[in-house]
């Protein structure tokens, strides 16, 4: 490792989105946990606070950091084709944030952990658990959800997997530690493309964000 | 308005406290209801309720689901007949006959009568094979035995009343305390009436001799509004008492007078809401209509002489045999549900005509070839099939003589027994020629397939088209159903 | 230039891909050690072990299969599978569930569901849990005896003695008033009109049905053969005439023939005779026919009672 001085890493991860990374984390560990052992209402709880999560972090995606913003990190599937193979190629391209793979993978993520939170919502564990909404729906449809619920977790594994592999691949092969960055949100200067221009935007139109969507949630229970 | 006492009763009555209840909850209460919590309602569960219309309370309706049985036939026999010398045959109590009762069926038992140590005693009646079936028979019953490959005898019937009253209140409304509906009651809500000109529950009455018998609540409406209560009809004379007219009343001038009772009744109606108000129209209105065609279709002169003949029914007398032509006739004018009684068979063996020895002779003599000729002419007519009949008591007979206070009695019996019973079933949708269930050696107990007195109603409900779960009616703040609140179960080896 | 550097990393891929293969395939190893159920699928669906399937005859497929259908699948079958446990097929019952097997082959004492379904009902643990309809002692009997005898897939019922007697189970008709409502509408047009002329002759046979029923016994002679071809708009719906005691002759023929619904039909003292009869034969779907007090001939109803049709006549009163 070269010298470390001040000026070799830039900061290009807002401390709202890593605080976001990091939280969902946990507790999609503690949901798995608490719903494989029985206790509803730690899942319930968990579960709730991850909706609330993915709001604000849809929200933040318009509304945050530059790295943060989907328009920063979405690609049109050619160009994450592209990236993919010079990948492969041997090569690495830089990219501030997530590279278009990346990209796609927080899109997946984010896909899929909302429909488990909103599947949730509405399910129920056949004896005397249920969503806060399953009321609102027939007895059929929330089992049939209740499947979904099961279902969509299988792939939530299967997409952390890939996940986790992926941070192996770039930190085993491609020598680059994705790890460390969004826990300190400073990447070498090296592994950060020449001439971009990040934004950082105030932490209170996170703190704005977060509240506003927890109103939402509060909305759509009540 | 005139003030009156009585009305202003019945306005009070009519505030009952949950309505006032219901009124100053309906605000919150509505909201609640309709927010988006609310559970939804099980799907089917409001569209499978009785709806009717107070005013036209015995309008026939169809049942839920496809009947097999559009009529039924109840043949009681009060007092309750011995299965022991009739349908029940127990080679081994015979070898034990004049031996004392083992303790083991002595303890713990509460016996109307027995007490000490009762010997036990063996059928007094030969047993033998009967029919292609080859269903077990005593030979006391030689008409009926005519039919028993149509006949499903259940020799497991179960009760757990042991006293005359409640225990026919059992069999008849589903509880052993007054108060609850009959059967006939529930069937005629649930149904209506098939012929608007006749009640569409009849009930006739005969005897051999006295029986303690609960009296008119057995075929009482109970909580059911009272229109759909038996109506007592009588095979001698008048056909229901004070049906026709006083003399130098005219039927036009009873017209008017029904006219005028009409009126005030939905007056009274339209302000109080009682239902029991348009039951007193309804049942005035059915009097009126029953004028003409009660006396016709109870009148047995109008049978030729071999059909009186084959019942061994007598014009003029009050008897089972006279009965029963009378409720072939009724059911072939849409009577839907016909109970005939019969005391007698209560054989304690106290006086004569209560002796196994006699007056058990008697009952089936008074009562055999009239059964035998009523399933012979609904056959032939067609209608057996789509008619379910049904005969028994209220419990059965010990397999102990029974010693009264002790003492060896005069004349032969048995005391009640609650553990056991037979009946027989015949019919809509039965399946004919076989024996259901069964007793131990002794006829004590039953060990093989026990038949509740709520499982029976159960089944011919569902012969009627009803599920038996779902037929309730709300009192009391509870669904009140005939077979009440402990679980019953179709019995599915008695049906075809 | 400066957007693309070399990769400079501490593994070549593939020895990174085939250190992911390996980690993967002891994290499925440590899962499968840990779920007995999912073990057992990943075996299966690796073909590495066959599932195993009950013999249509056997005793499980007879008594036991339909006790857990009855009891038990709404929450540990294909719609839901409370602790991984299912109960819908011979394979899942002795795969087991999140815990372990449920069912151990000649061990009543040590197989779970045993001892779950004869808790007491209070037992937060009993199954089926409060709520749904218990087990019968009967029924209990039959699976304890089923374990017993080894909880085999290929056993017959008459090898396992002392089983309790299969009960046939009543099913009632579901209901289903939309559906009623749909197919009444439509004749519902006639039927009024029908209902208003004949007042109280015509009625549908339940509230679950459009198959209706004629009763015209209470007009007596009143009633003619023009009155029952009134009915003719409605006669593909017709399953059950009374015409007992009314004024229709033969000339009725043509038009009872043609109802293909009909099943019960009773002619009771009518000035019907052979002709009648003879129309009727073709008619596949009657199953009665009352004939007392009519001018049929015991020759005229022979065919109809070869063909297994009721028959109702003078004969039978005795």
Redesign the interface.
Known sequence: MPNETPNTRIEVWDAPTRLFHWSVVILIFISWLSADQGYMKVHLASGLTLLVLLLFRIGWGFAGATTARFSNFLHRPSSIFSYLKALVGGSKPLHAGHNPAGGLMVLLLLEVLLAQAVTGLFGNDGLKFSGPLALLVSADMSDRLTQIHSLIFNIILVLVWLHLVAIGFYFLVKGENLVGPMVTGKKHRAHVPEGVALVFTHPIVALALLLLSAACAAWILF | MIPSPFLDQCRLQADTRRQFLGWGMGGLGAMFLNS?????AKP?AS??QIKRDPTTPLA????????KARRVIYLHTGGSPSQLELFDYKPELIKYNGKDCPEALLKGKRFAFITGVPKLMGAMYPFHRSGKSGAWMSDRLPHLEKHVDDLCIINSMRTDQFNHAPAQLLVQTGDPRIGHASLGSWVTYGLGS???NLPGYIVMISSSSTTANAGKPLWGSGFLPSVYQGVQCRAAGEPVLYLDNPKGVSRAQRREVLDAVDEINRGTFRQLGNPETVARIAQYEMAYRMQLEASDAMDITREPPQVLA?YGAEPGKTSYANNCLVARRLA???VRFIQLYHWGWDSHGTPVDQGLNVGLVDCCHATDQATAALL??L????LL??TLVVWGGEFGRTPMQENRGGQEMKYIGRDHHPAAFSMWLAGAGIKGGMTHGATDDLGYDVVR?PVEVRDLHATML?LL?F?YRSFSYPYQGLDQKLTGVK?AR?V??L?A | MSDNTRATGYLPAWLYLALVALVTTLGIAIAMALRPAFANSVLEFLHLQATPQAARNSFYAVRVAPLFENHCISCHGERRQKAALRLDSYAFALRGGRHGTVIRAGDIKHSELMERITLPPSDDRAMPPEGKTPLSPDEIKVIRLWIGAGASPSIKVAAIKGAPRLVRDVAIPNFDLAQAMRQRATLAAEVDRLSRRYPGLLSYQSRNSADMELDASSRGAAFGDADLKAFAPVTSRLVRIDLSGTGITDASASLLAAMPALKALRLANTKTGDNLVAALVPLKSLKSLTETGTGATQASLASLRARGVTIYGDGDAK
């Open positions: 988006a919590l609310a559970a939804p089917g569209a499978l026939p309706l169809p049942p839920p689901f496809a009947p098939q012929n608007q084959r072939e004018r849409g012979t002419d056959k032939s007519k067609g099939e789509d397939d569902y088209g599920d679980p179709i599915s080896d049906l």
